[in-house]
């Protein structure tokens, strides 16, 4: 059959559409990974949004005006020309919206490779690393989908907690997380609700519901109440909307006794005009790169120290997640316009969606 590829206007990111292309084909030393299923999350907007900033564009340049957003999936090996890589592998990893994707393997041991394609090389290495995805390397495949929607947004959380402990919390006698119902944000609640801090949501009114019912938060507020928090406590902020309205309502609320602001993520991409952080009263808000401080603990814990944490903690959050988060499934490339202009606009947070080829 024939392939696809799925294409974002990087300048206005609701301008989008599907082309039919051609299978493509390998050179020596290449693999080519069928792209099975992918998750679709508010995480990925994200990647477009900062794509020019933070390199997202680069790692499967398009032409012209056009990117290609990445997106957490799971491959097929059809045809290899790499040594150690065999056709009807499956592997987890980081691809392109599309149909198929070509790789160079590079140092392939029996738990996966990384992509040594030359224009990915300057890239953060955390996302050029493929799993071979086997029940003895720990991968069930009823965990599939939550592998893709979850399982890069819940390292971001576990880090997130991890870089709080990692600085004794900068002082904080509580944590506010902006976009509360975000899938960052309550795995973020999650790992910190065995913390001595407290954790306050903020969130739309719309999603108050939501966010109360996960039973994550020691208090939730939507975001035109944050002048009734307690400004007299040492405070950081983590900031998963991106919205500088209300970063700068936080700001000037609690002002010097904000001792931390971390920027996360981009919910709140429409609203993206407002006051220049650094002019903001208290904490300097800072952009928060999970790969920073995943490397940080490499060297520290070693690679295998950080995924057994990782794992133990994961484990914990599966057992809970779909309480509280359904998984809807489409076909692509049929439905994936559909899928994409649900998740820009804003998803129900109760609702995760999962693309099949």
């Not at 992509?115 to 003895?136: C, F, G, K, S």
Request: a negative charge; charged letters at 20%; proline letters at 6%.
């Amino acid at each position: 059959m024939p392939s696809y590829q799925f294409l974002v206007k990087r300048s206005d990111l609701a301008e989008c559409l599907v082309e039919a292309v051609p299978v493509p084909e390998i050179a020596p030393g290449e693999t080519l990974l069928r792209v099975d299923r992918f998750a679709l999350t508010a995480n990925n907007i994200t990647y477009g949004v900062a794509g020019d900033a933070l390199g997202y564009w680069q790692f499967f340049p398009a032409e012209g005006e056009w990117g290609r957003i990445p997106v957490w999936g799971i491959g097929t090996v059809v045809a290899s020309n790499a040594e150690g890589i065999t056709a009807g592998e499956r592997y987890y990893g980081y691809f392109p919206m599309a149909g198929h994707l070509v790789v160079t393997p590079g140092h392939a041991r029996p738990h996966g490779f990384a992509d040594q394609a030359a224009h990915r090389q300057e890239l953060a290495p955390v996302y050029n690393q493929y799993a071979r995805m086997t029940e003895a390397l720990g991968f069930q495949p009823r965990h599939d989908n939550h592998q893709m929607i979850y399982r890069p947004l819940f390292t971001t959380s576990f880090v997130l907690d991890d870089y709080f402990d990692d600085n004794d919390c900068f002082g904080a006698g509580q944590i506010v997380l902006a976009s509360a119902s975000s899938k960052t944000a309550f795995g973020t609640a999650f790992m910190l609700r065995d913390r001595p801090q407290k954790v306050i949501g903020l969130t739309s009114q719309t999603n108050r519901a939501f966010v109360e019912r996960l039973g994550l938060y020691d208090q939730v507020m939507t975001y035109d109440e944050v002048t009734a928090l307690d400004a007299s406590a040492p405070t950081a902020y983590v900031d998963m909307s991106g919205n500088r309205g209300v970063l700068a309502a936080v700001h000037h609320h609690f002002e010097e006794n904000l001792v931390n602001s971390c920027s996360v993520g981009i919910t709140h991409h429409e609203a993206r005009e407002g006051a220049d952080p650094k002019s903001l009263p208290g904490a300097r808000p800072t952009m928060f790169f999970a790969p920073s401080q995943i490397q940080k603990r490499h060297k520290e814990w070693g690679p295998a120290g950080f995924q057994q944490q990782l794992g133990v903690a994961w484990q914990a959050f599966l057992d809970e997640v779909d309480d509280w988060v359904d998984i809807v499934e489409s076909p692509t490339p049929d439905r994936l316009g559909e899928v994409y202009a649900t998740v820009l606009n804003g998803p129900s947070p109760d609702k995760a969606y999962v693309l099949k080829y």
